[in-house]
């Protein structure tokens, strides 16, 4: 949901073309020409946008809290889950980077206001989510699975880094097959697309 929210802040609003034909046969035309199917609304992509924003917000919200309630559990059970999700907000930030970029490219070119952020301004911005949100994420989710340490066979070290060791269902961690499922769906996309082709050498 948190991306498709954001994926959606990306796009325009149009009119559908049944629409579009009924929304144009009654405005009035400044210029003898047939508008074009794919008709947008300014006024419309804002209200929706500012409602979106606002559900942007509170979902994201949302989102960090259950994450950080599923990590304070420190459960196995959890660890597939809270890796997507992860993996999903850097996705979400990569998108703000970029609309923060897009942002500042289209007041320079478009813009009459004298008070526009400049490129570093706008690369400083882009790096406190990767240092700050990312990188405490990141240090937060190895710190609890402890997954950069090696592979050991002392069941203390309480490791655990099953995209570099391998799903293994157990019941008594409430590890069931979806789980297992889910964690060699991750590995396979990293061995296919990843800079590492043997998936030993993937680490978290």
Known sequence: MLYNVHYFMGRTVKFADKTADK???TLRQPIPRPYENSLISR?????????????LRNLTREVLEELEKDLKTR?????ATSFCVISIICICMEDVQVAI??????????????DIPSSKECIETCRKLDDILFEHAIRLFHGIYKTQKAPSTHRNDHMYNPIRD???????EDLDQ???DLVNDVRKILRDHGEHPSSGEILS
């Open 75 to 79: 459960s196995k059970a959890v660890w």
């Open 166 to 172: 391998g799903a293994r269902i157990d019941f008594k």
């Open 101 to 114: 970029n897009g942002l500042i490219m289209d007041m320079k070119v478009n813009s009459s206001e004298s």
């Open 23 to 25: 929304v144009a046969s």
């Open 43 to 55: 006024l419309l992509n804002r209200q929706i946008k500012s409602a979106m924003h606002c559900l």
């Open 178 to 180: 979806e789980s297992a």
